[in-house]
């Protein structure tokens, strides 16, 4: 069984930094699309980064240049490194794997930026 468990947010000030960690057991993340998604209140899930199969990375126009999505294969677990942290990226931060046709998610870690 596929679980995915993310670590690492919190509470930070504007302009701080946090590392959201995601260790996943069940699958292996080597070879596989890995992603970090956010929610805000009232908004849609919206993809803040990916990671492919080559370990090419794609992220949202907002977080480019501030965040870094990586992967530690020895630890099958994915990061996403977050600099210079806004109010707007205040967020509930789901990470991903798809697995063949599927995609797993975790449960979530809260992300809390103050002005």
């Known amino acids: 069984q596929v679980r995915l468990v993310e670590s690492g947010g919190g509470l930070v000030q504007a302009g701080g930094s946090l590392r959201l960690s995601c260790a996943a057991s069940?699958?292996?993340?080597?070879?596989?699309?890995l992603g970090w998604y956010r929610q805000a209140p009232g908004k849609q899930r919206e993809l803040v980064a990916q990671?492919?199969?080559?370990?090419?990375?794609n992220y949202a126009d907002s977080v480019k240049d501030r965040f870094t999505i990586s992967r530690d294969l020895l630890k099958n677990a994915v990061y996403l490194q977050m600099n210079s942290l806004n109010p707007e990226d205040t967020a509930v931060y789901y990470c991903?794997?798809?697995?063949?046709?599927?995609?797993?998610w975790g449960q979530g870690t809260q992300v809390t930026v103050s002005s």
């Open positions: 991903s794997v798809k697995v063949g046709w599927y995609t797993y």
């Open positions: 990671i492919g199969i080559g370990d090419s990375t």
């Open positions: 069940g699958t292996t993340t080597s070879g596989k699309a």
